[in-house]
């Protein structure tokens, strides 16, 4: 059995990492937004040197893949142009700031983005996979994404949660960022190799009282495809955007912008009323709960192919909106960190089978062929 590469950081503009299809680069937008002209000049970035899609990611990043080498440095030079890169590659490398797409110029979800901007160049080292929420609106929207520390709000006002706790401390705008360096040095004087993340360290490390006494607000859920108070929300299966018809979409609706998000949707800002785009349109579709990395051999870490099952697999194990399926190409999981009713983990050219459970758990069944997986039903004990 080959065991899965765990690389330890993501691929950013700057450092971007080899794949079985090509290299993958990641960009991180500012606010969780990029212009019409900076989306329109991705599209053909992607259409020119990569797959013809963009990847969104569970850090509402966008990816393109495929790229070959030589080509790198032409994709650099155009994301400066379009001011989607930062010049300097450590702070592009720490702008891992998850964003709720929903704040509104000027609210406490921009400012505080803006101010933690700002700091990325002081802020002391951290391992590579270490991220930021700001996700202060009316109620938290990204409490399911991954993040080492949260801005949200409590019933009072404003909090720092780190993961892993319950609770956070109370700040304010003024002295947000002050807050965030002690608990970053907190964190960076108890986290070691088995403890990479915030949450691993709050698991086996008291935090001070003051930092974990506010609740904050209960989460909502995450807002429906369609008609949005700043445009029109669409759904993308396993994240994949064409680029073309994205382009075409952004044109014909007359949006202004593009907002991303980590749950597989995106935003077309100021899109017309009524306006209908080749994606996913409802939550009730079946792709919007069945997960799957790129797989073989768009991955050198799969070993099988992953999406065309997924999909298969989406219309007879995911008709219940509670439902979930998750093909991953390895025990990594990248496509779905967690557990989910009904896994299958690529291992050998063959399947796994877990129920109620994440990749890296003990399967149930091993070495399945495609055929027998789409087999799979749907017993009481998955919930779906």
């Known amino acids: 059995m080959t065991t899965p590469e765990v690389k330890g950081w993501c691929p950013g503009a700057h450092r971007p990492m080899m794949s079985g299809d090509g290299l993958v680069v990641r960009i991180r937008p500012r606010f969780a ?37 030589e080509d790198h440095e032409a994709v650099l030079h155009s994301l400066g142009t379009l001011d989607l890169l930062d010049a300097d590659p450590r702070l592009e490398s720490r702008r891992n700031i998850l964003v709720s797409p929903f704040w509104e110029s000027g609210d406490d979800t921009y400012r505080l983005t803006q101010a933690l901007l700002a700091a990325l160049g002081e802020m002391p080292e951290m391992p590579a996979k270490v991220g930021f929420a700001v ?9 399911a994404a991954p993040a080492d520390f949260r801005f949200e709000r409590s019933e009072q006002g404003l909090i720092l949660r780190a993961d892993g706790a319950e609770k ?16 970053i040095d907190w964190f960076n004087a108890r986290r070691g190799p088995e403890r990479r993340r915030m949450a691993a360290v709050v698991a086996q490390e008291a935090l001070p009282s003051a930092w974990q006494a506010v609740p904050p607000r209960a989460s909502a859920p995450v807002p429906a495809l369609g008609a949005h108070p700043l445009g029109a929300l669409f759904g993308a299966g396993f994240g994949q955007i064409n680029a073309a018809a994205l382009k075409d979409s952004l044109l014909a609706s007359g949006a202004v912008a593009l907002r991303v998000t980590p749950w597989r949707e995106f935003l077309l800002e100021g899109a017309k009323a009524g306006f209908q785009a080749p994606f996913i349109t409802t939550q009730d579709d079946p792709l919007l709960r069945a997960h799957a990395c790129a797989g ?31 093909v991953s ?21 063959a399947f796994d089978l877990v129920l109620n459970g994440a990749p890296w758990d003990t399967p149930v069944q091993r070495g399945l062929t495609p055929a027998q997986c789409r087999d799979v039903k749907r017993p009481d004990a998955l919930q779906l």
């Open 135 to 143: 996700d202060t609106g009316a109620a938290p929207v990204l409490t």
């Open 168 to 183: 956070g401390r109370e700040v304010r705008q003024e002295d947000a960022i002050p807050a965030l360096f002690e608990v």
């Open 329 to 349: 190409g390895c025990a990594k999981g990248c496509a779905l960190p967690r557990a989910a009713a009904v896994t299958l983990v690529g291992r050998d050219g």
């Open 33 to 69: 937004r990029l212009s019409r002209e900076q989306v329109l000049g991705l599209c053909d970035l992607a259409m020119r040197f990569g797959t013809g899609f963009l990847d969104l990611t569970n850090r509402a990043n966008l990816q393109l893949r495929g790229l070959k080498p």
């Open 296 to 326: 073989a051999p768009s991955c050198p870490q799969a070993t099988v192919e992953t999406r065309a099952l997924a999909a298969q697999l989406a219309q007879t194990l995911c008709g219940d909106p509670a439902g979930g399926v998750h």
